[in-house]
T-cell receptor, first 111, second 114 residues
Framework: AQTVTQSQPEMSVQEAETVTLSCTYD???????LFWYKQPPSRQMILVIR??????QNATENRFSVNFQKAAKSFSLKISDSQLGDTAMYFC????????FGTGTRLTIIP | DSGVTQTPKHLITATGQRVTLRCSPR?????VYWYQQSLDQGLQFLIQ???????AKGNILERFSAQQFPDLHSELNLSSLELGDSALYFC?????????????FGEGSWLTVV
C-alpha cells in the first residue's frame, strides 16, 4: 500500500516570504511520480508541480520548487516570494496508476 | 480550465435515492479517474477506467458503480445514498496512465444528501 503523510495541517507566512511544505511518503514501487496540487477556496484541483522519481534533478516551476530526497522518501514544496493568491490547501500526491493523496496543508498568506 | 467537464456542478438529493455524475475527459485522454473528497479531507481514489475498461479500483463502495463509454465519457452512479455520501466528487483524466502523463481534474460535482 502507498501512503502519503503531510505533517503540517496549517501554516501561515507573510506575503513575499518563502515557505516550505513537508511531505513524506512510502511505496514499494520503483517507478512512481510525485505531485503537489493546490486547492483554492473554489475547490478546483490545480497541478502545481510534478516530479518523476527516476529523475534526480528537482523540479521547478517559476516560484515553486521541490526538494526530492528519494532515499528519505521526502518531497517538500518550496514557495518563494509568496503571494496572496497562493492561499490554498496544498496536497501532496504519489502515484503510478492511481494517485494517493496526503491530508493536505492549509496555507495562508498574510498581507 | 483543465478541459475536464463534470456535470452537474451541484446536486441535492434525499437519502435512499440514486444519482449519476457525468464526466467528459480532455480531448485525447483515454484514462478517467474518480475521486471523492469529503469535507476537509484529502481525496480518496474510487476507480479508474482506461479506454472503456476498468483499470484500477480503490475504496469504492458496492453501492457505487462507474463505467466509461465508447466516446470515453464516464459516469459514476451512486445508489441508496446515505448522509455520509455527501462530498465533492472529482473526475480526472490523463492521456494514458499516470506514467509519463499529467492528471487533470475537473471542477467537481458537489453532492449533498439530506
Amino acid at each position: 500500500a502507498q501512503t502519503v503523510t503531510q505533517s503540517q495541517p496549517e501554516m501561515s507566512v507573510q506575503e513575499a516570504e518563502t515557505v516550505t511544505l513537508s511531505c513524506t511518503y512510502d511505496t514499494s514501487e520503483s517507478n512512481y511520480y510525485l505531485f503537489w496540487y493546490k486547492q483554492p477556496p473554489s475547490r478546483q484541483m490545480i497541478l502545481v508541480i510534478r516530479q518523476e522519481a527516476y529523475k534526480q534533478q528537482n523540479a521547478t516551476e517559476n516560484r515553486f520548487s521541490v526538494n526530492f530526497q528519494k532515499a528519505a522518501k521526502s518531497f517538500s514544496l518550496k514557495i518563494s516570494d509568496s503571494q496572496l493568491g497562493d492561499t490554498a490547501m496544498y496536497f501532496c500526491a504519489l502515484g503510478n496508476e492511481k494517485l494517493t493523496f496526503g491530508t493536505g496543508t492549509r496555507l495562508t498568506i498574510i498581507p | 480550465d483543465s478541459g475536464v467537464t463534470q456535470t452537474p456542478k451541484h446536486l441535492i438529493t434525499a437519502t435512499g435515492q440514486r444519482v449519476t455524475l457525468r464526466c467528459s475527459p480532455r480531448s485525447g485522454d483515454l484514462s478517467v479517474y474518480w475521486y471523492q473528497q469529503s469535507l476537509d479531507q484529502g481525496l480518496q481514489f474510487l476507480i479508474q477506467y482506461y479506454n472503456g475498461e476498468e483499470r484500477a479500483k480503490g475504496n469504492i463502495l458496492e453501492r457505487f458503480s462507474a463505467q466509461q463509454f465508447p466516446d470515453l465519457h464516464s459516469e459514476l452512479n451512486l445508489s441508496s445514498l446515505e448522509l455520509g455520501d455527501s462530498a465533492l466528487y472529482f473526475c480526472a483524466s490523463s492521456e494514458q496512465g499516470i506514467s509519463g502523463n499529467t492528471i487533470y481534474f475537473g471542477e467537481g460535482s458537489w453532492l449533498t444528501v439530506v
